[in-house]
């Protein structure tokens, strides 16, 4: 026998190579997916912190002022995006017709007495009430802010 491996020795067979590569792609079934979910999680917790740190600036402004603000750039918050790069939506209830454009429950019931504050989530889009299929995924204040979590669990 010599030292030197021979040429078959040193060489992974085809049938080595296939075994390697179905295993690989079995790992890459089970774990992508839920590092997706994982990934979607953050975000949702992100925007849940955001929206409860705008609330609580936006109730600052009210006892200081005993109105509401007029838009996020009162609070120094204009500008701020969720986790997908939307711009937060913040509509203050007052005016003639306020009731239309709320955001609205299952029930066509406003979510809220004072002001709507939400993201409008993954796809960006949102409608007034949150089982519209483009709500669903939008992360809200809802209660007067005794919630805040995405449209569909509410």
């Not at 390697?20 to 792609?25: D, E």
Request: net charge positive; aromatic share 10%.
């Amino acid at each position: 026998m010599s030292a030197c491996p021979t040429r078959r020795d040193a060489a992974y067979t085809v049938i080595e190579l296939l075994i390697a590569v179905a295993l690989l792609g079995i790992l890459l079934t089970l774990v992508v997916p839920e590092m997706l979910r994982s990934i979607q999680y953050i975000k949702v917790t992100r925007a849940i912190a955001r929206l409860r740190r705008i609330d609580f600036e936006l109730r600052r402004y009210h006892d200081r002022n005993e109105t509401w603000p007029d838009s996020l750039d009162d609070v120094d918050l204009g500008g701020m995006r969720d986790p997908w790069g939307h711009d937060y939506v913040y509509q203050v209830h007052r005016g003639a017709g306020w009731r239309g454009r709320a955001r609205k429950d299952r029930f066509l019931v406003p979510l809220n007495s004072e002001y709507d504050l939400f993201s409008p989530g993954p796809n960006g889009e949102y409608r007034p009430p949150l089982n519209a299929r483009p709500s669903r995924d939008d992360i809200v204040r809802a209660a007067d802010g005794l919630f805040f979590g995405r449209a569909r669990d509410f």
